[in-house]
């Protein structure tokens, strides 16, 4: 009878006993994850995890997937009160920010908060056998996960949607869900019978030359240094330099003045062709080649190449025919259209590096500033151009073709009246000489 009543208590016990494998990486942070018995034999259902570490962490994170880029990622920082975690599901797509996922089914549960100086996450996800980019067998023997880190001050937000600093450190783990299967507790992480398997994986900090195993990309110890060089020439070439180099030659006015435009224009050339190759290197490291800034920016470099070899064209022939020509409209608005989806390149950067919102309306501000600016000369330009003879530019062309066709006309009907070339002299004081511009 004893027997019988031994026997039951076990099998009652075996049901509601949580096994929990865990992973603690370095820095006192810890990952455990639960399947419940029920969610074990159907591979579908409620899965329970734990994130633990010192709050002195800016934020911790535990994903499902071999790299971020396609991971079910659950990242945990300081509320706004300071006593209690924010949990803020979010999605990877590479090498940047994660984005927050409002579709994920997760609730914290008792025993979270922040005490003695530790945070604590315990989380029911009720769909993370698969989510948008991926997919988890909830009885893989060898779950692939990504678990990172950024140590510094608290976030201290309320809003899941927080901009968060790159990680300090990160790495890589499996958990097998196979042991780490069974009990029916709501909570098994308040369990104080729990038992636990130990998981092994590899972590790196962000500042080491190697990084994580796995499927997550190697990222050197210069990469934010890089990063940042590439931040700063791109956007002072594309939103500065380019633009007063076209302004320039249109409102100033001395000799040697088309080369002056020529050097400063090649001179900001060589920054974005330096900025180009930081920026191919960026993307090689990050696995970002295929994004759409990645893109942008290697057709707007190359396009770029076209315009001096059509500036020097239509140079040397307004030499010799002494207006616009065939060269000037190409070199004209091909630069000012490429430069401009070199400007939004920048904006679409800043994104992609999942910098600060202040940081992406100070870039948009300043952009808009120095393009208006750039558009508004043109126009004034063009319309100071229609009483003057013409320059370089195409712009007063649209102006004085049927007046350069009549002058033309009379100077021709001259000179076959005299039988010879035509030959007038006026007062060199009362010729303007036409102004070269370009832009």
């Not at 994660?98 to 579709?103: C, G, L, R």
């Not at 990222?219 to 302004?247: T, W």
Request: hydrophobic share 40%.
């Amino acid at each position: 009878m004893h027997f019988s009543y031994f026997f039951g208590a076990l099998a009652l016990a075996s049901s509601v006993l949580a096994q929990n494998a865990t992973y603690c990486p370095s820095g006192g942070v810890c990952y455990a994850v639960n399947v419940p018995a029920t969610t074990a034999s159907s591979g579908s259902g409620d899965i329970y995890f734990q994130i633990t570490g010192p709050s002195s962490m800016s934020w911790i994170g535990l994903g499902q997937g071999s790299s971020m880029t396609g991971a079910n990622i659950f990242m945990i920082y300081a509320n706004a009160a300071g006593d209690n975690v924010t949990l803020s599901p979010r999605l990877g797509s590479g090498n940047t920010q994660p984005k927050s996922d409002t579709t994920a089914e997760v609730t914290l549960l008792a025993g979270s908060g922040i005490s003695n100086n530790i945070m604590t996450a315990n989380v029911r996800c009720s769909n993370c056998n698969s989510w948008s980019g991926g997919s988890m067998s909830l009885t893989d023997t060898a779950s692939k996960w990504i678990y990172a880190y950024k140590s510094g001050s608290a976030v201290s937000s309320d809003d899941v949607s927080a901009n968060l600093a790159q990680h300090s450190s990160y790495g890589d783990t499996t958990f097998n869900l196979q042991s780490a299967a069974g009990g029916s507790s709501d909570n098994p992480f308040l369990t104080s019978t729990a038992t636990s398997t130990s998981s092994s994986g590899s972590n790196s900090d962000s500042s080491d030359s190697d990084s994580s195993g796995g499927g997550e990309p190697r990222i050197p110890a210069n990469f934010a240094n890089v990063r940042k060089a590439h931040a700063i020439m791109a956007p002072i070439a594309f939103v500065m330099f380019f633009p007063i180099g076209a302004m320039g030659i249109r409102v100033l006015s001395f000799p040697g003045l088309v080369w002056f435009h020529a050097g400063w224009m090649t001179f900001t050339y060589v920054i974005v062709l330096a900025s180009m190759g930081m920026g191919v290197w960026i993307a090689v490291v990050s696995q970002q080649l295929d994004e759409v800034h990645s893109i942008i920016g290697i057709a707007v470099v190359g396009a770029l190449l076209l315009q001096p070899i059509s500036g020097l064209t239509h140079h040397l022939l307004y030499k010799r025919v002494g207006r616009p020509n065939a060269a000037t409209y190409p070199h004209v608005w091909w630069g000012r259209a490429v430069i401009t989806l070199g400007i939004i390149n920048g904006g679409l950067g800043l994104q992609l590096s999942g910098n600060t919102v202040k940081g992406e309306i100070a870039y948009g501000v300043v952009a808009a500033v120095m393009w208006s600016l750039w558009m508004v000369v043109i126009a004034l330009a063009f319309i100071k151009s229609k009483n003057k003879l013409e320059g370089e530019t195409g712009e007063a062309i649209f102006m004085d073709k049927q007046r350069h066709d009549s002058t033309e006309m009379m100077r021709r009907s001259v000179s076959y009246q005299n039988g010879s070339p035509l030959n007038l002299s006026f007062p060199r004081e009362n010729v303007a000489a036409p102004r070269p511009m370009y832009g």
